[in-house]
């Protein structure tokens, strides 16, 4: 019907000795609810016999169809829908692929799932299965599968941007051209190991001692830099700091723009940290009340401003907020870089625009857009000084940290024997990123993060 090898495999087979794995798995590619339309794919060898159960027709590959779909058990119209149809190898998953864009209510959802889980030559997918079929069948390594993972979950423009160059590749090309390298000098190695009867001319063995140390950079180049494809993929934190009552949590409502954090004029009404994420200038920010640092004999207050140094310490922008204009005869306290002083309450003093301070109401909302434009700046600057080839995950990380560590082991043997043994292992380290070695419990790990559907 659709192409006769799939027809004819699933006609010459009895449908209850179909395996599991074998079947046509389906899923809604759209979430759960009532909406104008919704999408179900179908993907593998057996989406011909779905097709045909459904009573779809002939359909012709990469054209859009308007056909009924069949409930097969009644014969009767189930629902009207654009049907699009990719043939192995050109799909997203490299197998055939079968798309329904049907009306979006929940009873064509209910009787559409019913019908397909009924048919024996298809079953529902599991979390992930539609981009593992497309990793097996190699239509994308694991840094891209990360970089759709990364592209669905994400929330402001920088995600978004970050996880199109990985899905599109640039990772990828990295990793992989590394790794290339890094054989192709083991190779050299591997041939004096076959000829023990040779020795390495000088020249040789320059080049690929050579070849090691530049494999070395690249790599330390990539762990030196700034973990900014990491905090762009996870968010910035943003920690507003300071005393009990100078209207930490009236900044951070106004920033939210809702009322998000108690307001009292009791010291210590913030205990614990409040957090709230939003979306600044393309960056995700997780704004963080704290607690107002003073002593107190309060136990509960004190974890609560263990937490406030603990984000003091560690968050990428502090915002130190008080209520007063400092006396310009008091020496002045030292920032740091990732540091912005907030004088609040400018309501009610005069003042003058300052480049080291920024004044602010917060309960007006004088100036917070300025205050806004000054942590977008902060954050851009980190930005900046990234490089092209960023790290997005921790196990990136860990894979070049142990690569790096065999490379530094090649340069102390002096057995051939074991220099090749310490490339094998960058490369075997290298190509854990991009999935070029097998890693079947890796691979539950990442996919198991997508929803049902991809």
Request: glycine share 6%; net charge negative; aromatic share 6%.
């Amino acid at each position: 019907m659709i192409h006769d090898g799939a027809e004819n495999s699933v006609s010459n087979s009895p449908e209850a000795d179909i395996p599991d794995h074998a079947r046509a798995i389906f899923a809604w590619a759209t979430p759960p609810g009532r909406s104008g339309v919704a999408v179900l794919r179908i993907s593998g060898a057996y989406v011909p016999a779905c097709a045909a159960a459904l009573g779809l027709g002939a359909l012709t590959p990469r054209h859009a169809h308007l056909r009924q779909i069949i409930d097969p058990d009644n014969v009767a119209p189930l629902d009207q829908a654009l049907v699009l149809y990719f043939k192995a190898p050109h799909s997203f998953t490299g197998e055939d692929v079968l798309e329904l864009h049907t009306h979006g209510s929940l009873a064509v959802r209910h009787q559409l799932t019913s019908v397909l889980s009924a048919l024996p030559m298809c079953r529902a997918a599991e979390p992930g299965e539609f981009t593992r079929q497309a990793f097996t069948n190699g239509k994308l390594d694991l840094a891209q599968v990360e970089g759709l993972a990364d592209v669905i979950d994400a929330q402001s423009a920088r995600q978004l941007a970050q996880a199109q160059e990985q899905l599109h590749g640039s990772l990828s090309a990295f990793y992989e051209g590394l790794r290339h390298d890094i054989v192709r000098t083991l190779a050299f190695i591997e041939a004096y190991i076959d000829f023990p009867d040779e020795e390495i001319p000088d020249d040789v063995m320059h080049t690929v001692r050579t070849s090691v140390t530049e494999a070395q950079d690249r790599i330390q180049r990539v762990l030196q830099a700034p973990n900014t494809g990491e905090k762009i993929r996870e968010g910035f934190t943003v920690a507003i700091i300071g005393s009990p009552n100078v209207g930490k949590s009236s900044l951070l409502n106004a920033i939210a723009k809702r009322d998000v954090a108690i307001v009292s004029d009791i010291p210590g009404t913030t205990r614990d940290t409040i957090e709230v994420s939003i979306e600044l200038h393309g960056y995700l920010v997780t704004l963080i009340d704290t607690a107002g640092l003073r002593e107190t004999t309060d136990q509960v207050e004190q974890l609560g401003i263990e937490r406030s140094r603990h984000y003091e310490k560690n968050a990428d922008v502090i915002l130190r907020v008080t209520d007063h204009v400092p006396d310009p005869k008091q020496p002045k306290s030292a920032l740091e870089k990732n540091e912005i002083m907030i004088i609040n309450k400018c309501d009610q003093f005069p003042y003058e625009p300052s480049p080291e301070m920024c004044y602010i109401s917060a309960k007006t909302g004088e100036n917070i857009d300025q205050l806004l434009a000054l942590i977008a700046a902060k954050l851009a600057l980190t930005v900046s000084r990234q490089q092209d080839i960023v790290i997005t995950r921790a196990r990136h990380r860990q894979a070049l940290i142990a690569a790096a560590e065999a490379l530094k082991g090649f340069n102390q043997e002096k057995v051939y024997e074991l220099m090749a043994e310490e490339l094998r292992h960058a490369a075997f380290h290298i190509g854990k990123i991009t999935g070029k070695v097998e890693v079947d419990q890796l691979l539950e790990v990442i996919f198991s993060e997508f929803c049902i559907g991809k």
